[in-house]
């Protein structure tokens, strides 16, 4: 699997933190979330804002900027949960191959372009299934599944 991160900016962060504090009040417009998983390394609950995609009856999490903290924590706990205002949805994660990624990259990129586009290197939804596939190595997804608490 190719590693890839994208840093965030000073921007970036000043962003993020307005998000996830308006989506802990419970203002989850667009299907943003606060995602809250364990870390893999001191076990403490990391969170970080989402866009939860939804896509056929399936819902998503996609990493736009690539091998984040929360994808590797992610992959190390299996599990975590989505956060909106009082709302905890306790799930499990599976990560997705590259071939499974295709569509659902497609779609994120249909909803979400204006906001993570430019950590795509000039893809787009209108990208051939050829190009989404190139990226999908760069780009971890995990489908989620419902637990109970």
């Known amino acids: 699997m190719t590693t890839r991160t994208v840093p965030l900016t000073r921007v970036d962060r000043i962003v993020n933190g307005v998000v996830a504090g308006l989506v ?23 969170t970080v804002p989402v866009n939860l ?11 736009p900027r690539g091998e984040t903290q929360w994808v590797r924590n992610l992959r190390a706990a299996g599990e975590g949960e989505l956060r909106l205002g009082r709302r905890v949805e306790p799930f499990t994660a599976v990560e997705l191959a590259d071939d499974e990624k295709v569509s659902v990259l497609r779609e994120y990129l249909r909803r979400w372009a204006w906001e993570v586009g430019r950590f795509f290197d000039g893809l787009d939804a209108s990208s051939d299934d050829g190009a989404m596939r190139a990226a999908a190595p760069g780009r971890p997804v995990f489908r989620i599944l419902e637990r109970s608490a």
Do not use: E, I
Not at 24 to 39: H, P, S, Y
């Open 24 to 46: 802990r009040l419970g203002l989850g417009f667009r299907d943003r979330r606060v995602l809250a998983v364990r870390g893999r390394r001191t076990g403490a609950v990391r």
């Open 53 to 63: 995609l939804v896509m056929d009856g399936q819902r998503y999490l996609v990493a």
